[in-house]
């Protein structure tokens, strides 16, 4: 039977699941913005991606042959070679001395494990060449996070990188682990093993304290859009694989 996958690519703000009330996507709608409201609207959105299209494919079963799992790395590849770009221009173009010290420590803790999935994916290869693919969708929705090291402010940054990508990190790992790594042989997911993506979720949020409520305004615009291209990235994840090798 041929899996199916949401088709919806750009959720909309505040109703990116169809079914879903604006009160459920946007929590606490009548209280004033603050750190505290903040969180908990990203526990709210953890929740909610954790319905997300790929990890029901994940969890159906179809991931069953090497050569759907390499096909899902050849792919996830993309993203991981654009999140490593997009840690290192967020480091690099800040001079924010209350930031750095943070961007620098994440950015280490992050660094290389896009060549530690290239390795991966070679070494199960007899001739050492990794599958090379290419989807100009799935580019233009990595290429979001890129772009928006550059137009947005250290503390909305923190907001995409550390409260959205890697809560995101924290859901995703758990559900590809057992699909993709069902024998723990790949070093990219033993590095994403324990609470590290936890760890990184919460980095920078002390940075975030006694902001103005036209700045909290701001970051939970921030954190809607993130929150809808993260969950976007992952459904087309799930569909390219499906394009290259359909379920029987």
């Not at 792919?75 to 620098?104: G, H, R, V």
């Not at 920078?204 to 409520?213: A, Q």
């Amino acid at each position: 039977m041929k899996a199916a996958l949401n088709t919806k690519r750009l959720p909309q703000k505040a109703a990116y699941h169809q079914n879903v009330q604006p009160s459920q996507t946007t929590p606490f709608p009548h209280k004033s913005p603050s750190l505290g409201i903040l969180i908990r609207r990203n526990e709210q959105f953890k929740k909610d991606f954790k319905q997300n299209s790929l990890f029901k494919l994940m969890e159906s079963g179809y991931f069953d042959t090497e050569e759907k799992r390499q096909s899902f790395l050849a792919y996830f590849q993309i993203w991981s070679n654009y999140f490593q770009k997009t840690m290192l221009l967020k480091t690099a173009l800040c001079e924010d001395s209350n930031f750095t010290p943070m961007f620098y420590q994440h950015f280490e803790e992050e660094y290389g494990h896009d060549q530690m999935l290239i390795k991966d994916r070679t070494k199960v290869r007899s001739d050492r060449k990794v599958n090379v693919k290419k989807d100009a969708i799935l580019e233009a929705l990595c290429n979001w996070f890129l772009s928006k090291m550059l137009s947005l402010t250290p503390y909305e940054q923190i907001v995409v990188m550390n409260l959205c990508v890697e809560a995101v990190a924290a859901v995703f790992y758990k559900f590809a682990k057992p699909a993709i790594d069902p024998t723990n042989q790949l070093k990219h997911f033993q590095a994403h093993d324990g609470e590290i993506d936890v760890h990184h979720e919460k980095m920078g949020l002390s940075l975030l304290e006694n902001l103005t409520i036209s700045q909290y305004s701001r970051l939970f615009e921030v954190q809607e859009d993130a929150w809808a291209m993260c969950e976007a990235l992952m459904e087309r994840l799930g569909e390219l694989v499906i394009k290259d090798i359909p379920s029987k």
